[in-house]
Antibody, heavy 118, light 110 residues
Framework: EVQLVESGGGLVQPGGSLRLSCAAS????????MSWVRQAPGRGLEWVAN????????YYVNSVKGRFTISRDNAKNSLFLQMNSLRAEDTAVYFC???????????WGQGTLVTVSS | QSALTQPASVSGSPGQSITISCTGT?????????VSWYQQHPGKAPKLMIF???KRPSGVSNRFSGSKSGNTASLTISGLQAEDEADYYC??????????FGGGTKLTVL
């Protein structure tokens, strides 16, 4: 059974940092693109970042470029999102998702809530 | 990059068919056959319903179908059932492996 389990969310002050993790199991992690997708309270889905199978390609939505860094550890079947210089508008549930290509997210975790507030 | 345009809400009675549109540009929806659709029930993770415009993942009911014409993609749900009531999001490949979602559509089964 495919499982994606996010962790690392919480309350952080504006300007602070947080590192999200996503533990994968039940599939060949190293064969898939991985992404972070977020959903602000009561709002729609927003793609944040993705990374290719070997970590050599990384892409970001404009609003997080220079602040967020996506990475992966294929030996540990894990995906990460380092979030720096956090802003109130980064408040959201962050989902990790797997995909065979960059654009079709076939499996999703349950999400981890990040709240940026003073 | 602005979100793809979806109607905020659609509704239908059990057994009827509904269609949700997703309008983009020639740089996203119209430029690639990489449109996907997701169903999200309240408090749950999204679920892939359609990928590559028309393909259904294993286990998804054949009541769900996808299509595209020009810069507009569509999701059709036939034989509406109560459990179809959810939010639906379209998603398109843009360029350089980046992705964009639609604003979401709330489906109400009357």
């Amino acid at each position: 059974e495919v499982q994606l389990v996010e962790s690392g969310g919480g309350l952080v002050q504006p300007g602070g940092s947080l590192r999200l993790s996503c533990a994968a199991s039940g599939f060949t992690f190293s064969s898939y693109w991985m992404s972070w997708v977020r959903q602000a309270p009561g709002r729609g889905l927003e793609w944040v970042a993705n990374i290719n199978q070997d970590g050599s390609e990384k892409y970001y939505v404009n609003s997080v470029k220079g602040r967020f860094t996506i990475s992966r550890d294929n030996a540990k079947n894990s995906l990460f999102l380092q979030m720096n210089s956090l802003r109130a508008e980064d408040t959201a549930v962050y989902f990790c998702a797997s995909s065979a290509t960059p654009a079709d997210f076939d499996y999703w975790g349950q999400g981890t809530l990040v709240t940026v507030s003073s | 990059q602005s979100a793809l345009t979806q109607p905020a809400s659609v509704s239908g009675s059990p057994g009827q068919s509904i269609t949700i549109s997703c309008t983009g540009t020639s740089s996203d929806v119209g430029g690639y056959n990489y449109v996907s659709w997701y169903q999200q029930h309240p408090g749950k993770a999204p679920k892939l319903m359609i990928f590559d415009v028309t393909k259904r993942p294993s286990g998804v009911s054949n009541r769900f179908s996808g299509s595209k014409s020009g810069n507009t993609a569509s999701l059709t749900i036939s034989g509406l059932q109560a459990e179809d009531e959810a939010d639906y999001y379209c998603c398109s490949y843009v360029s350089s492996s980046t992705v964009i979602f639609g604003g979401g559509t709330k489906l109400t089964v009357l």
